[in-house]
């Protein structure tokens, strides 16, 4: 009998990869009918079974299914949509229903969102040789700047290593001391300004923080009106760059292949190298003003002649440390001007706090003089009024994105290589566990021990209270500068101010409504009236 034709020769499978001896079988490059082929032969059947038992094995086995729970996405763009606006929200309603972790997936990019001090401190301190990575931020980082700001740049790129330590030298607590003359003439600048016109509070706190930073950066003289084109400028700089960085702001976060499209078919790309060409301008120029100066021997104290003097020892050339100067502008005046404006509601609508506060500056500081760097040790209620600000209103809603750079397991749920982490860090002080019950009111109290003294916060958060400086080896550079603006500025205030609520035409307190704020990108200010 002759051979069967349809039994006997070869057998095609489809597929235009041929197995190595003791190599898996590429069984997922079967087509329907090569399964079709294989089951009408003698023992084919056997072997779609077996490959079947495969498939169901590696499917229970692989990891991709321990992944943290997260809500369903869409077929083909997953998540995305939710990464567009407002996406503080949408996790603090999320929380209830996943707690501590919160799973995405963004057209197959795994985006893992943390609810919990303790998951932060656990990822991001503990194992932070794998959580300490940048995901790729191309509008921001690559057009916008560059390429050149430092606290974008992965933590393996010795970039970021010069960058962030030639910042840390410029803003330790010996460093920041030299800068306090600066920081108390703005805080009285910022109250007699709140005196003159209370209705442009925030044209005022950001005309103080915009001024400070430039001194405190650039040796810059002190800046008398908020109508200045090197303020606006500065302004429009930190907008950009939040904008830019903000989850979801443009498509090519999630197409790179987007950055190959010329120029003249991307608006986006015209705009953000233009952007560029302005940012790197002006921060030349700025950082080529205390150049000059130190060539001519008549520098004062400034960071970034800090930098100069360093410049063998930091390895930085002109162009990086004038970004490095940068970096630090766009991370303190923005976020320091926000947590005022945080403040100001908040003492609006606590005026028990306010009563506290002058108390305790009657009695220490008296009315002759304004408060002093050196009252802080006896002025616990004010450093703790400043504590629970940045806790209870973080200037960012989200920590900037930490990226792995390996797969990961944490509590039996798998984290894969490449994940973008982001801490939400107001869903983080609203944990009942970590604050208490009342851990979304705002009161200073809880971090007042039964004697008036200051106590620790959660031990996550290590001696600030909160995370809002980060954890880990992306905590904020500038956290000691931040903190004693902040202090001086709302301890010079107090003493000369009270903060009531804006009344109607009747004499009536107009309503206030603490959850409104006013979205500027990355970051969220207080909305009053």
């Given at each position: 009998m002759g051979r069967n034709p349809s039994v006997g020769g070869s057998v095609h499978l489809g597929c235009d990869k041929t197995a190595s001896p003791g190599s898996s079988f590429p069984y997922y490059l079967l087509s329907p009918s090569c399964v079709w082929d294989l089951a009408t032969t003698r023992g084919g059947l056997a072997v779609v079974l077996g490959l079947a038992l495969i498939i169901v094995v590696r499917y229970f086995r692989s990891p991709w299914r321990r992944v943290p729970p997260g809500p369903r996405g869409l077929p083909l763009i997953g998540n995305a949509l939710e990464l567009r606006d407002k996406l503080w929200l949408f996790h603090r309603d999320c929380k209830q229903k996943y707690e501590d972790m919160i799973y995405l997936n963004a057209l197959g990019q795994p985006i893992l969102v943390l609810n919990s001090l303790k998951a932060v401190a656990e990822l991001f301190d503990r194992r932070g040789n794998i959580y300490s990575s940048r995901p790729r931020l191309i509008m921001a980082q690559e057009i916008c700047a560059g390429n050149l700001l430092f606290p974008f740049l992965s933590h393996v790129d010795d970039r970021w290593r010069r960058g962030r330590r030639a910042a840390h030298q410029g803003l330790t607590k010996a460093a920041v001391r030299g800068y306090h003359n600066v920081l108390r003439k703005e805080g009285i600048l910022l109250t007699s300004a709140l005196l003159a016109d209370p209705g442009a509070s925030e044209k005022h706190f950001q005309r103080t923080t915009t001024s400070a930073t430039m001194s405190i950066l650039y040796d810059y003289p002190t800046?008398?009106?908020?109508?200045?084109?090197?303020?606006?400028?500065?302004?429009?700089?930190?907008?950009?760059?939040?904008?830019?960085?903000?989850?979801?702001?443009?498509?090519?976060?999630?197409?790179?292949?987007?950055?190959?499209?010329?120029?003249?078919?991307?608006?986006?790309?015209?705009?953000?190298?233009?952007?560029?060409?302005?940012?790197?301008?002006m921060f030349e120029s700025l950082f080529n003003r205390v150049l000059s100066a130190l060539s001519e021997g008549s520098e004062r104290p400034s960071i970034c002649a800090s930098l100069l003097k360093g410049s063998d020892h930091n390895q930085l050339s002109h162009?990086?440390?004038?970004?490095?100067?940068?970096?630090?502008?766009?991370?303190?005046?923005?976020?320091?001007?926000?947590?005022?404006s945080w403040w100001a509601l908040a003492m609006i609508a606590h005026p028990e706090v306010q009563k506290r506060a002058h108390v305790e500056l009657d009695t220490v500081v008296g009315r002759s003089r304004a408060p002093t760097f050196s009252d802080a040790p006896n002025l616990p209620y004010i450093q703790v009024i400043v504590k629970e600000v940045l806790r209870w209103r973080p200037a960012l809603p989200f920590s900037l994105p930490h990226s792995t750079t390996e797969d990961d397991w944490y509590n039996g749920m798998f984290i894969p290589k490449g994940t973008i982490c982001l801490t939400n860090l107001l869903q983080c002080h609203r944990d009942p566990s970590s604050y208490g019950d009342d851990a979304a009111n705002f009161r200073p109290e809880r971090f007042l021990g039964a004697h008036g003294e200051i106590i620790p916060g959660p031990a996550e958060t290590h001696e600030e209270g909160h995370s809002t400086y980060g954890i880990g080896k992306r905590a904020c550079v500038g956290k000691h500068v931040a903190n004693e603006s902040l202090f001086i500025y709302i301890a010079t205030a107090l003493w000369a101010l009270t903060l009531e609520r804006v009344r109607d035409e009747d004499g009536n307190e107009v309503l206030l409504d603490v959850d409104a704020f006013v979205d500027t990108g990355m970051s969220l200010y207080a909305y009053y009236s």
């Open positions: 800046l008398r009106t908020e109508d200045n084109k090197t303020v606006n400028e500065i302004i429009a700089y930190t907008e950009r760059i939040s904008m830019t960085a903000a989850p979801g702001a443009y498509l090519v976060e999630l197409f790179p292949w987007m950055l190959h499209i010329p120029e003249r078919f991307a608006r986006w790309k015209y705009e953000g190298n233009r952007d560029f060409t302005r940012f790197n301008n162009q990086e440390m004038a970004w490095v100067a940068g970096a630090l502008f766009g991370a303190g005046a923005d976020t320091t001007s926000t947590t005022m």
